[in-house]
């Protein structure tokens, strides 16, 4: 063990400091006031501050007690001073987190001394119940609280004894001590690895979500940059086109007698196609406009009306395949033959 | 293009669904085509425009193309 030259007053300002990372108010000022208690009934204060550790593993054990209510030999030492000298010498009990009972003031354990394990049933049944036991033996720490200056302090070995039932045993204490790897790690990293511990837990999934998020961000980023473009291909040899005119003499020539023709054929045919489209367009219209020329029934009105719609309506169509006509097949014809010659005369050559 | 198509066809359809329905209506509340057709033919003259259609101006490209006017 650390051997430290320090006195009582910095030693409960870094505990005090430390034991901010309790977030229950009343826990960390209940376990501060135990601390001082401590220190009040203690006959030599530099014994008591070797016996019990270094402040950083102190707070560090103190914090695990009010979290999950595990009593380590350190974090016995501080609130079951009594039963952690004796830990070392009887043998361990199996422990349950449930029998842990609220602490009761000294005045009222000794009251209740022969009673203690009702009493400590009956405190923690007036907790609410999911209270930690902590949270339980904090109202009768404030009460504790009020009692010193008072001037009645009830012997502290009474208030230990209760303390022994109320508390679970060291069963639990002793693996935990042996598994505790704070206790041969140096104050930092005791501070550091318990710091992570509790807030990992709340930040683990907000961590995981944002590293996700920045992987995929590097994967997009790296997979654009994977993407090879002209620009930055710096790597590849350039090239260039170059056309054979004897090629292209070559096939001007099946690309004149066949080509031509073909696209005539298809000029006309669309032409067809949007001359009898027109046609209908103006039908339709025309049976339309009839209709209000001066017909006396309206029935015969009606029969205009709806003929000019059914064939305004056909007319659109056909108008429609006209123009489509024109932009896919007929430009289209274009494009092929042209596209045709360029792999057929132009070859992509690399610039040395 | 798909898109086109498929706004040019549902329109259409509609027109003609409401032309259908217009003309039914018509047929059964007592519209007569040829009574119609009397009416018309006081406002228009179709022996000119079928003489028109019939003519070298119009049967002529159309018989290029492989149409013709009966």
């Known amino acids: ?352 | 293009m798909k898109k086109a198509w498929k706004i040019v066809l549902i329109t259409a359809l509609c027109l003609l669904i409401l032309g259908e329905i217009v003309l039914g209506v018509g047929l059964l509340s007592g519209g007569s085509p040829d009574r119609v057709w009397e009416t018309a033919s006081e406002y228009y003259d179709f022996q000119q425009i079928s003489d028109f259609l019939h003519s070298d101006a119009v049967q002529g490209p159309l018989g290029q193309i492989g149409l013709q006017i009966p």
């Open chain 1, 1 to 352: 063990m650390e051997v430290t030259v320090i006195n009582r007053q910095s030693y409960m300002a870094e505990v005090s400091s430390l034991l901010g990372l309790i977030t229950d108010e009343d826990t960390r000022t209940s376990l501060i006031a135990q601390m001082e208690h401590l220190f009040d009934v203690a006959e030599d204060e530099d014994k008591l501050i070797q016996e019990i550790g270094n402040p950083t593993k102190v707070a560090v054990a103190l914090i695990r007690y009010a979290d999950r209510g595990v009593v380590t030999p350190t974090a016995a030492a501080v609130v079951a001073p009594e039963r952690a000298e004796t830990a070392h010498t009887e043998p361990a009990e199996p422990v349950n987190a449930d029998a842990f009972h609220a602490v009761e003031p000294p005045q009222a354990a000794e009251a209740e001394a022969e009673t203690p394990v009702e009493a400590g049933a009956e405190e923690a049944s007036d907790v609410p119940a999911d209270a930690t036991p902590v949270e339980a033996e904090a109202p009768a720490a404030k009460a504790e609280e009020p009692s010193e200056p008072t001037g009645e302090e009830a012997p502290p070995a009474e208030a230990e004894a209760a303390l022994e039932t109320a508390l679970p045993t060291d069963a639990e204490a002793a693996p935990e001590a042996a598994a505790e790897p704070i206790e041969s790690g140096t104050d930092g990293e005791a501070v550091v690895a318990l710091e992570a511990e509790i807030i990992s837990e709340e930040e683990e999934p907000d961590e995981t979500a944002e590293e996700a998020a920045l992987e995929l961000e590097d994967q997009t980023e790296d997979d654009f940059d994977d993407v090879p473009t002209e620009a930055d291909d710096d790597g590849a040899p350039q090239t260039i086109t170059k056309t054979n005119g004897l090629l292209v003499v070559l096939y001007l020539i099946p690309a004149i007698v066949i080509g031509v023709p073909v696209f005539l054929a298809l000029v006309v045919l669309n032409l067809a196609l949007f001359a009898i489209g027109v046609g209908a367009l103006g039908a339709g219209v025309g049976i339309f406009a009839t209709a209000f020329l001066g017909f006396s029934v309206v029935a015969d009105m009606l029969l205009l009306l709806g003929g000019g719609a059914s064939v305004f309506a056909v007319a659109l169509v056909l108008v429609w395949l006209a123009i489509w006509f024109l932009l896919r097949v007929t430009c289209g014809w274009i494009r092929v033959v042209v596209r045709l010659g360029k792999r057929f005369c132009c070859k992509e050559v690399e610039v040395v």
